[in-house]
């Protein structure tokens, strides 16, 4: 399978006020590549979230914006190529909001959500949060809530899931935005 990971966290309750970004290359089932940048989201930061990812308004003070961050991750977002997160909803909504507080259009790209597939093909597990889904499936999830980690993560859910269960079961979980 060919795919990327994608893990947005977020300064406050504010979808596009994202401060943080990961994206997890997989070719052929390996992870090849790995892109992380904090993000200045322009906005305050909520001391729950901060309690949750511990990334500050001083960690993002001189990182580039999300408008400043998208040239350079632009063409990993195109018509047919998957993107995998973990509650996609959420980093979808993230990217495209956080993309129209610039004017910047939204992709169109293939999603596939981990939290749903979990969902379908482990329902015995007693939840199917990231920790719980990496635990269950024995992949490593060295920091929950660094983006980056939580990419990783997701990105061997969805190998191990595949590896088990095969490319159908997969291929029906996938939606367009």
């Not at 893990?7 to 596009?16: K, R, S, V």
């Not at 993230?94 to 910047?104: D, N, T």
């Not at 015995?124 to 993560?153: C, F, G, Q, Y």
Request: proline residues 5%; aromatic residues 8%; charged residues 20%.
């Amino acid at each position: 399978m060919n795919f990327i990971a994608m893990d947005f966290e977020t300064a406050n309750h504010y979808p596009e006020s994202a401060c943080s970004l990961a994206l997890v290359m997989v070719r052929n089932n390996k992870i090849v590549d790995r892109f992380y940048t904090v993000i200045n989201p322009q906005m305050p930061f909520d001391a729950r979230n901060i309690q949750i990812h511990q990334i500050t308004a001083e960690d993002v003070k001189n990182a580039p914006t999300m408008a400043e961050v998208w040239p350079h991750i632009k063409e990993l977002y195109q018509p047919g190529m998957l993107v995998a997160a973990h509650n996609a909803r959420f980093d979808t909504n993230v990217m495209r909001q956080s993309l129209e507080r610039y004017g910047i259009e939204e992709p169109h790209y293939l999603v596939i959500d981990t939290l749903a597939s979990s969902k379908l093909l482990e329902p015995e597990l007693p939840d199917h949060k990231l920790d719980t889904v990496s635990e269950a499936l024995n992949v490593e999830l060295w920091h929950h809530h660094n983006a980056l980690s939580d990419s990783e993560a997701c990105a061997g859910i969805l190998i191990k899931q595949e590896e088990q269960f095969g490319d159908e079961a997969i291929k029906n979980l996938v939606y367009q935005i």
